[in-house]
């Protein structure tokens, strides 16, 4: 059986309004995908029409090989802005509603709500919330169910730093873990670069893949001569990449080998070391201004 | 689950402040009916004589076949006349065989609302008190049901790991408790106000197709329970078309549709129609000499009603998507 969420040429409509063509993905358990364009390209109508709040016109979706309208989908944890929860009810007491569970039952998820700083706040009354303690609590609420694969709408929109981070990590280990497949939409690229996967976008209806993040290492060496520089590229058991004369990229996989790098540089003129960061915004950019020059 | 739901409706305002609707409306109402009770000494319809022992009812077993003897054939009321006084005849008949003396005897087509005892409360607040708790019903299924459409806690709610119907039926469960709940509460609360009122007679005479005599306890036993299914019915046909719209506007118009079809437009419109059978409960169609037949196809239609709509409603809510 395949485990993954296949969306294969996803047609949609709103009346004349043409959202979805062809759209076709693969949302893998054990990966986190990304997906990014402007607002109301599509992002949310994709994870509607997987969590089946609104029909398709053409195409098929199928959860673990079973087309979604064939069964009820029970293995999909979504988060969306919209979804509410009872205001005079504290924190506690909601999760205790919604996952039908004793509240001295939940406190074996203490480690999320202490990732999100919410261990007090679960216990005051929902109404209480900021904003963005509520984006907090709404993802508590989806890790502590027990799905195969979380469809993520703006999950990270009102969320501080610290939030980000913490949130970032928990789906990390528990990605590793647990082996989920996430899917996280964002209007924002800068919040799913590092995070995920793979990156989609959908620009003109179509969803492409923006990039597969590799997780190799890059380091530029420059060095004060052309001959140390041509030695050490020589010396080195790695993939190397020469910009000019007197420096080069060399690629690794993990931090702990740039040291053994740095030290066989050193002994010849080594004079700067600097780590070289792909910036996904600008591939993203290129995509799409590639796309309207074709246009 | 119905745990949790309790929990729910017990921490929301809406509880609190329909029971006190409720109890002030009901003491209200109570309050009035001891306040305007009169006396009436004409307890038979049938003008039935007085007897004192079996003896005086076949002296007017006697007198009544003498009547009838002398009826004139060709008078135009004849057809009438003869049936009212066959069925007087069947009444002292029955009498002789189940003795009950004059004095404890009430005829139940008799019975005045307002009636200065509290047998004729108890069988007024029963209505009194179901009318009552009918609206409160209305309001806890949309507090059950429609709520989480107008709050949004529905996309969260009906995307957990258990089933759609699982927790519709569950809500259904705790709403019956529910109104069961504030039936029992309401009538308890009737109960206090009907205690200054004294019972005159201990039995009553069921005169229709048959012939019978229940003790006034019974009635009222009976009567309440009936009651209780007779809201359970309407109730739950709240409860299904709630969960067939979903909509919490939608469903306050339908649910308030059918209050006004089933409590006034068939009452004033059709009042002498088989129809009104459907609005009361079976036991006041015993009392009030409603043929057997046309009550048992009420049962019948009734509860083919609540199944069909119950089974529609519950597999339309299993395939429909989440409402936004």
């Known amino acids: 059986m395949n485990k993954s969420i296949s969306v294969k040429s996803l047609f949609k409509s709103y009346k004349e309004l043409k959202v979805l063509e062809n759209v076709n993905m693969e949302i893998t358990k054990g990966k986190i995908i990304g997906l990014v364009g402007r607002n109301g390209s599509g992002k949310s109508t994709l994870i509607k029409n997987i969590m089946k709040f609104i029909s398709y016109d053409k195409g098929n979706i199928l959860v673990d090989d079973i087309d979604i309208n064939e069964k009820d989908i029970l293995d999909i944890g979504y988060y969306i802005s919209e979804a509410s929860f009872y205001p005079n009810f504290t924190g506690y007491q909601n999760l205790a509603y919604f996952l039908n569970m004793k509240e001295d039952s939940l406190r074996k998820y203490d480690e999320i709500y202490q990732a999100f700083e919410m261990n007090e706040a679960l216990n005051r009354k929902y109404r209480t919330y900021s904003l963005g303690m509520k984006q907090r609590f709404g993802l508590i609420f989806l890790l502590t169910q027990e799905k195969g694969y979380f469809l993520l709408d703006e999950p990270l929109s009102s969320l501080d730093y610290q939030g980000k981070l913490e949130f970032k990590k928990l789906i990390k280990k528990n990605v590793e873990n647990k082996a989920y497949g996430v899917l996280i939409v964002s209007h924002q690229l800068e919040n799913l670069e590092g995070f995920c996967d793979e990156i989609w976008y959908i620009q003109n209806k179509k969803i492409k893949l923006l990039d597969v993040i590799k997780k190799d290492i890059e380091y530029k060496l420059v060095f004060a001569d052309e001959e140390s520089c041509t030695q050490t590229i020589n010396q080195l058991p790695y993939l190397t990449k020469k910009i000019d004369n007197l420096s080069f990229k060399v690629k690794i996989d993990s931090e702990n080998e740039i040291e053994n790098i740095i030290k066989k540089a050193s002994e010849r003129s080594l004079r700067e070391v600097v780590k070289v960061v792909n910036s996904i915004i600008s591939k993203y950019e290129n995509a799409i201004i590639g796309e309207h020059d074709e246009k | ?324």
């Open chain 2, 1 to 324: 689950m119905m745990r949790n739901e309790f929990y729910r409706i017990s921490n929301s305002h809406i509880f609190y402040f329909l029971i006190l609707l409720s109890v002030i409306a009901v003491m209200l109402l109570s309050n009035f009916y001891v306040n305007n009770t009169y006396n009436d000494d004409s307890y038979f319809n049938m003008e039935i004589n007085e007897y004192s022992s079996i003896n005086d009812l076949n002296t007017l077993i006697d007198e009544v076949e003498i009547e009838i003897a002398n009826l004139d054939v060709n008078s135009e009321y004849y057809e009438n006349d003869l049936d009212q006084l066959n069925k007087e005849k069947e009444v002292y008949e029955y009498l002789i065989s189940n003795y009950i003396p004059f004095v404890d005897l009430y005829e139940y087509s008799a019975i005045r609302d307002f009636r200065n005892d509290r047998m004729a409360f108890t069988l007024w607040s029963n209505g009194m008190v179901s009318f009552v708790c009918l609206l409160v019903s209305f309001i806890i299924v949309l507090f059950l049901v429609n709520l989480d459409y107008l709050y949004k806690t529905n996309i969260n709610l009906y995307n957990t790991s258990r089933s759609k119907t699982d927790i519709l039926i569950k809500k259904y469960f705790s709403y019956i408790v529910i109104s069961v709940f504030f039936y029992i509460l309401m009538t308890l609360l009737t109960k206090v106000f009907g205690s200054v009122l004294s019972i005159d007679k201990n039995y009553i005479l069921l005169v229709g197709e048959n012939i019978n005599i229940i003790s006034i306890n019974e009635l009222m036993i009976y009567d309440t329970i009936s009651n209780c299914i007779n809201l359970l019915f309407f109730g739950s046909l709240f409860f299904f078309v709630a969960a067939l719209v979903r909509d919490f506007f939608i469903s306050l118009i339908a649910n308030l549709g059918l209050i006004a079809v089933f409590g006034f437009f068939i009452p004033y419109q059709y009042p002498d129609n088989h129809l009104l059978q459907l609005m009361q409960s079976s036991f006041d169609s015993y009392c009030e000499m409603v043929e057997g037949t046309i009550i048992l196809w009420t049962i019948i239609i009734k509860t083919t009603i609540i199944l069909l709509i119950g089974f529609f409603s519950i597999y339309s809510f299993k395939r429909q998507r989440v409402k936004f």
